[in-house]
Every structure is written in C-alpha cells, then in structure tokens.
C-alpha cells in the first residue's frame, strides 16, 4: 500500500532550552569558548609551524590535532549560535546532512590521531635511537593521512544508510545540532540496519583506536619504570601527561555519551555533556599542551618578543 505523507525538507532543532534568560547564557558561554578555541588552537598551529625548534614529529601531529579541533567545534557551535541568536531553529535537509558527516568525520580522525599521537610517545620513549628514521616526515604524514581515509571508509557505510531513510512524520530533532541518535528516532522508515551499523561502526573506533592507546602506554609504562634515575622517569613522563590528560578527557566523555541511557533527564545530560565535548574540550586541549610544555611555552614567548620588537620601517 503506498502510505500518504509529505516527505519532510527541512528539520527544528529543538535545542537545550526554551528558557530565553538561560539561552543568553550560553551564546555568552558559546561565544566566549569559541573564542578560546580558536585562538588558542591557531597559536599551537602558528607556533608550531614558525618555530624551528617545534618542526618535529610530535608537534607535526599536535599542528593537526590543532586543526582537527578547530574543524570540529566550527561544525558544531555557530550553527547552534546563530539558532540561539536569531531564534531560528530550522536548518534545511541537506545542510543537516552536511553538518552530520563533518561533525562524525572530524571526530572519528581525531580518535585515530590521538591512537597515532600515542604510538609516536611509544617510539619516542621505547625506541629512542631509532626515532627519526622510523618517525621520518613522510611517514608522519602518511599517517595523517590514514587517519582521514580510515575515519571516512567507517563513517561512510553508516552515513549512507542514515541519509537515505525516510522522515515524515515528525521533523523535530531532540538535539542541538544533526546527530545520529535523534535523526534515527524520528525517522518513519526501518532503522534496525541503520542502527546496527552505526552501533557497530561506533565499537570499531572505540576498540581499535583504545587498544593502540593501552598497549603503547603499556610499554611506555615498562619502559619508563626501568629508568634508573628520578629525573629521567620524571622527564619522560611529562613528555606523555598532557597526551594523557587529552586522551582521558576524549575518551572518558565518548563513554558518557554512548552509554546507552533512557527517560528525558539522561537526554537533557548527554546533550549537555556533547555541547561541553563540542565547546570546552577543544578550548582546553591547546592550553593543557601550552601549559605542560616548557618547549611550546618558549616559543611563544619568542613569538611574543619578535612581534612586540618587530623593526618599524
């Protein structure tokens, strides 16, 4: 029987609130992070691309992690303020899809490049003699490289199965911006497939991305602990502590998030913690490098000190 119904074109995003005192609140707060984030992730990029002393392998994956963030958090947070400012909450399909795929791509390279980030604090401490040649420049970028391609070959089959699904019957995302979860719940076609698939595409990222990061800190862990001295277990473990803390708060969030949660309060929250992923987490990440390393710190003052004393003509 052919069922009569409009095909639906455009989407509301429903948002966090419908309070207008608390929605001024968060653009300030949306506003005031973006702010940080970019700046913050610019400078790590400048910084590493103009000071020699930063042009190795570990500062070439941080330049890209820097760009990843600043990817990621633009494909979230000035949709949701240009929502908030000017009260317009449609977004029309095809732009829905757009933010959809980006947001899942820039995310999913992320997880891959913390996983290669990892590997090279691996080389780095378990394999000191050899890092250079094994970290040359051309692998290094052959390795961002397979983390893009690797992030889209995933996100596509589940992407694909998404974006040709129905909706007709309700056009309102529980959501602040097009995420999979609330697009799946409204849709009137069979999503058993969708669902399965991204659940599956999902625990394949999160397994393989975690085990490269256990097993590489597993053996910079044994490595380390053979030190003979304080200082050189001191000083190898500063070079992985703020990986560490990244890598935490990356993955500790994406487990919050995906725990399969029910009712309208465990809604409210995941929301709440995926604008703070989206908003707070690439804010904080340049800052946790800036301040945990002495080398980017330097660079900055020296960048600093060659503007303010820059010769006039």
């Not at 509301?12 to 005031?32: A, K, M, N, S």
Request: proline content about 4%.
């Amino acid at each position: 029987m052919m069922r009569n119904h409009t095909t639906i074109t455009t989407f509301i995003l429903l948002g966090l609130t419908e309070d207008p005192h608390l929605l001024v609140l968060i653009l300030i707060f949306l506003l005031i992070t973006y702010m940080l984030c970019i700046s913050g992730n610019l400078t790590i990029i400048i910084l590493t691309w103009a000071d020699a002393h930063l042009q190795t392998p570990m500062y070439f994956f941080l330049q890209n992690f820097s760009l990843l963030e600043i990817s990621f958090t633009t494909a979230c947070i000035p949709r949701f303020m240009y929502s908030i400012s000017t009260g317009d909450r449609t977004i029309t399909y095809t732009a829905c899809f757009v933010q959809l795929f980006f947001i899942d791509l820039f995310a999913v390279s992320e997880f891959f490049l913390l996983a290669t980030m990892s590997y090279d604090r691996y080389v780095a401490i378990c394999k000191p003699l050899h890092y250079m040649t094994i970290m040359s420049i051309r692998v290094c970028k052959t390795m961002v490289i397979c983390c893009w391609v690797i992030a889209f070959c995933i996100i596509l089959p589940p992407f694909s199965l998404i974006a040709t699904l129905e909706f007709c019957d309700s056009n309102a995302i529980d959501h602040f911006g097009c995420d999979a979860p609330p697009l799946l719940e409204i849709s009137c076609s069979d999503t058993w497939l969708a669902e399965r698939m991204l659940v599956a595409c999902a625990v394949l990222i999160f397994i393989i991305t975690l085990v490269c990061v256990i097993l590489s800190y597993i053996s910079i862990m044994k490595t380390i602990l053979k030190f003979p001295s304080a200082q050189q277990r001191k000083k190898a473990f500063s070079t992985c502590s703020s990986h560490m803390i990244v890598v935490s708060i990356s993955y500790g969030s994406c487990i919050f998030i995906y725990i399969k949660a029910s009712g309208k309060e465990d809604v409210e929250i995941n929301k709440s913690v995926a604008l703070l992923v989206a908003s707070v987490s690439p804010m904080l990440n340049p800052f946790i490098y800036t301040l945990r390393n002495k080398q980017v710190k330097q660079a900055f003052i020296d960048l600093i000190k060659k503007i303010a004393f820059f010769p006039k003509k």
